[in-house]
Every structure is written in structure tokens, then in C-alpha cells.
């Protein structure tokens, strides 16, 4: 995927942590976000909705999952960073969208309409978006069979056992739409 537009940052504005305040849980599993890792010169989004927030280490976090079959996977691996944006339900069909097809075989900018952004630190934002957290990557690790104390969940969510990877960054910005 490839960046097309640089608009300014002027459509958000910083919110400090300890302002921010939200249902993370529906934020994440109801409205879900569009994962986004890489550089101005290519990058690659997906749709998400498992992940949190918290707070670990002695920082504030966010983690979010990533099979290694997606094409956002190479992006998480090879950049030191990620972006979460949140949207309105007006531009659910983007979500759905970004959530059902491939950045190896469309372009998800060209075909959604979506306006990347790049912040001063070149985190991509979407002018769609209502609320976009960017984090540095911390930590990353592979979700492995033999770490469920559970199998039934396991086996109903990686009957193929194709698990995710799981990533924390350290959050390092929260904008909101003005």
C-alpha cells in the first residue's frame, strides 16, 4: 500500500493519558480499529478487534494480535511501530472492508477512500478516524499451544492452530478528531 496524501496533523489534537477515558472493552470488540504498521513510503492496515490497554512495565500499553499469514504481519515485524484508529459507525464499511481482503492483493486506500496521515514521528493516522492511539513497539511474542490452561479455547479459536502473534507497545500518543 502506498502513501498518497500528507495532509496535516490540524484535524487532531493530543489528549494526555490521564484524560482519556473510555470503554476500551467495546471500543476494541464492538467498534473495532484499523491496525496500521509501516512508513510513508508503504505500509499495510487490517481490521481489529482483539487487544486492550493497560498499563505495565511502569508505562502505559496497548497490545494487539496478529496471525503471521497477514500481510500487516511483515509490517509489524520490520517497524518499530503501530498505530490504532478508531472510527465512527459511519465508515463501518471500511472496517469490513479492510477486515476481509488482503493488502497483498488490493489496495485498501485506493478502495476505501481513506486519507493517511503521517504525525511528526511518522505514525499513519486516517483523517476518517475519530481517535487514533500510536505506540512503540515494546515487546512481541508468539502465542504457543502449550501456554493455554484452557484447551477448549484453544481449540475453538485455533482449530488450525495458526496463532497470533502478540505485540505491546508503549503508548506514545492519543489524538481525537477536533
Same mark, same amino acid.
Not at 487532531?12 to 504498521?37: C, D, K, Y
Not at 484452557?150 to 481449540?155: L, P, Q, V, W
Given at each position: 500500500?502506498?502513501?498518497?496524501?500528507?495532509?496535516?496533523?490540524?484535524?487532531?489534537?493530543?489528549?494526555?493519558?490521564?484524560?482519556?477515558?473510555?470503554? %476500551?472493552?467495546?471500543?476494541?470488540?464492538?467498534?473495532?480499529?484499523?491496525?496500521?504498521?509501516?512508513?510513508?513510503?508503504?505500509?499495510?492496515?487490517?481490521?481489529? *478487534?482483539?487487544?486492550?490497554?493497560?498499563?505495565?512495565?511502569?508505562?502505559?500499553?496497548?497490545?494487539?494480535?496478529?496471525?503471521?499469514? #497477514?500481510?500487516?504481519?511483515?509490517?509489524?515485524?520490520?517497524?518499530?511501530?503501530? *498505530?490504532?484508529?478508531?472510527?465512527? +459507525?459511519?465508515? #463501518?464499511?471500511?472496517?469490513?472492508?479492510?477486515? *476481509?481482503?488482503?493488502?497483498?492483493?488490493?489496495?485498501? /486506500?485506493?478502495?476505501?477512500?481513506?486519507?493517511?496521515?503521517?504525525?511528526?514521528?511518522?505514525?499513519?493516522? &486516517? +483523517?476518517?478516524?475519530?481517535?487514533?492511539?500510536?505506540?512503540?513497539?515494546? &515487546?512481541?511474542?508468539? %502465542?504457543?499451544?502449550?501456554?493455554? /490452561?484452557? *484447551?477448549?479455547?484453544?481449540?475453538?479459536?485455533?482449530?488450525?492452530?495458526?496463532?497470533?502473534?502478540? &505485540? /505491546?507497545?508503549?503508548?506514545?500518543?492519543?489524538?481525537?478528531?477536533?
Amino acid at each position: 500500500m502506498r502513501a498518497r496524501d500528507r495532509s496535516p496533523m490540524a484535524r487532531f489534537h493530543g489528549i494526555p493519558l490521564e484524560q482519556f477515558e473510555t470503554r %476500551i472493552v467495546s471500543m476494541i470488540g464492538n467498534q473495532w480499529f484499523l491496525l496500521t504498521a509501516g512508513n510513508a513510503r508503504q505500509f499495510n492496515t487490517m481490521t481489529c *478487534s482483539w487487544g486492550g490497554m493497560g498499563y505495565l512495565w511502569n508505562r502505559p500499553v496497548c497490545f494487539v494480535f496478529v496471525r503471521p499469514q #497477514r500481510h500487516t504481519y511483515t509490517f509489524m515485524e520490520s517497524h518499530a511501530g503501530f *498505530s490504532m484508529a478508531f472510527f465512527d +459507525e459511519t465508515h #463501518r464499511d471500511i472496517l469490513t472492508f479492510c477486515g *476481509s481482503r488482503s493488502g497483498r492483493d488490493v489496495d485498501k /486506500i485506493h478502495e476505501t477512500g481513506l486519507s493517511p496521515v503521517f504525525n511528526d514521528s511518522g505514525y499513519i493516522l &486516517y +483523517e476518517q478516524a475519530v481517535r487514533v492511539i500510536t505506540c512503540r513497539k515494546i &515487546y512481541a511474542d508468539d %502465542i504457543r499451544s502449550g501456554g493455554f /490452561i484452557a *484447551s477448549a479455547e484453544r481449540d475453538a479459536v485455533y482449530p488450525e492452530a495458526d496463532f497470533h502473534k502478540l &505485540y /505491546i507497545g508503549e503508548i506514545q500518543e492519543i489524538l481525537e478528531r477536533s
